[in-house]
C-alpha cells in the first residue's frame, strides 16, 4: 500500500516556518526580506506561476516587489531592470519568470543576476557549486523534491535512483543532489535505450519528462519510491508524468499530480530566498 507523499502539507510546514524566521529576520536586521519578481509578456501559466510565488512570498511576511513588462519590450529594458534589482541592496532575491519572449535572450538576462541573488539557483556559479557539494543555491523544483525524499525518513545510501530527464533546471541538478545523497544514479533521455529496464532496476524514480502518465506500471519495480515532477496540462486537467493510478499499488512511496512537487517547488524558493538574505547579512 502506497504512501503518499503530501506536498501541500510539506510546504505549508516550511513556510509556516519561514514566517517564523522572517519575523526573526526583521527584528535582527531591521528590514524585511525582498524577492523581485520579473514577468515579461502574458503567457497565462507563466502569469499563474507568477501570482503564486507573490501570494506565498507575503504569506511568509516578505516583501514582493513584482514587474511587469510588455511582450514587446526590447532586451535591453529587461536588462536595465534586472541590473537595478541587481545593484539595488534592499533586494535579496530576484527571479525571472522563464520562457521570456523568443526575441529576448534568456541566459544574457539571466547572466545578470548577481549569483548571491539567484533564487532560482540556475546560475553557472551556483550550479558548479552544486556539482562540487559546496554549499549554494539550489535549483528549488529538486531541492523540493529533496525534501520530500527526507521526510520518508528513508535512507537513500547506496540505492539505485534513476532520473528521467537532464534539463539544467530539473533533471541534472536532481541527479547531482541524490549524488549527493550517495545514491547510485543513473540519468535518461529521449535517447535512452532500454528505459523501461533501467527503471525496473530502480529503488527510486523521479520523473521530469513532460509526458502525460510517461511511467507506467510495468516500467516500476515493487516498493519503490516515485517522485513526479511533470505538470501537463491535458483535456482532464492537470496530469503528471506517471501513470499514478496504476502504479501507486507498486510503490511504497509516491508524489501526487497536483498537491506534490509543484507547491514544494514555491516554498523551495522561498526557502532560498531566506538563505540568500541571511548570507547577505552575514557576508
Ligand atoms: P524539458 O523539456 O526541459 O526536459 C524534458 C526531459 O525529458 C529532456 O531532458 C528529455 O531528454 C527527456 N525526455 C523527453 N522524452 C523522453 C523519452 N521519450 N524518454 C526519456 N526521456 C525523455 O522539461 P523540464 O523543464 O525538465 O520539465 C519536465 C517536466 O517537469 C515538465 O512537465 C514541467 O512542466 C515539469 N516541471 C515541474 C515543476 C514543478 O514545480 N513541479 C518545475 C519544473 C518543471
Do not use: W
Not at 562540487?132 to 523534491?145: K, N, R, S
Not at 501513470?243 to 511504497?252: A, G, P, R
Amino acid at each position: 500500500m502506497a504512501n503518499i507523499i503530501d506536498g501541500k502539507k510539506l510546504s505549508q510546514e516550511i513556510k509556516d516556518n519561514l514566517k517564523e524566521k522572517s519575523v526573526e529576520f526583521e527584528k535582527l536586521y531591521g528590514r524585511k526580506i525582498t524577492l523581485a519578481v520579473i514577468l515579461v509578456g502574458e503567457n497565462p501559466a507563466s502569469q499563474v506561476y507568477v501570482k503564486n510565488k507573490i501570494k506565498a512570498t507575503e504569506y511568509v511576511g516578505f516583501k514582493s516587489l513584482s514587474f511587469y513588462l510588455p511582450n514587446d519590450s526590447t532586451e535591453e529594458q529587461v536588462a536595465d531592470t534586472v541590473k537595478s534589482l541587481a545593484n539595488d541592496n534592499s533586494v535579496d532575491g530576484i527571479l525571472v519568470q522563464l520562457p521570456l519572449p523568443k526575441h529576448i535572450n534568456e541566459t544574457k538576462i539571466l547572466n545578470l543576476i548577481p549569483a548571491s541573488k539567484d533564487v532560482d539557483g540556475f546560475l553557472p556559479e551556483n550550479v558548479g557549486k552544486l556539482m562540487l557539494g559546496m554549499p549554494t543555491t539550489i535549483a528549488c523544483t529538486p531541492y523540493g523534491v529533496a525534501k520530500m525524499l527526507e521526510s520518508t525518513n528513508i535512507d537513500f545510501s547506496g540505492k539505485n535512483a534513476v532520473v528521467i530527464g537532464r534539463s539544467n533546471i530539473v533533471g541534472k541538478p536532481m541527479a547531482l543532489l541524490l549524488l549527493n545523497m550517495n545514491c547510485t544514479v543513473t540519468i535518461c533521455h529521449s535517447k535512452t535505450k532500454n528505459l523501461k529496464e533501467i527503471c525496473k532496476q530502480a529503488d527510486l524514480i523521479v520523473a521530469a519528462i513532460g509526458k502525460p502518465k510517461f511511467v507506467t506500471a510495468d516500467m516500476v519495480k515493487d516498493g519503490a519510491v516515485v517522485i513526479d515532477v511533470g505538470i501537463n496540462r491535458t483535456e482532464n486537467g492537470l496530469v503528471g508524468d506517471v501513470d499514478f493510478e496504476n502504479v501507486k499499488d507498486l510503490t511504497s512511496y509516491i508524489t501526487p499530480v497536483p498537491g506534490g512537487v509543484g507547491p514544494m517547488t514555491i516554498a523551495m524558493l522561498l526557502n532560498n530566498t531566506y538563505l540568500c538574505a541571511v548570507r547577505k547579512e552575514n557576508a
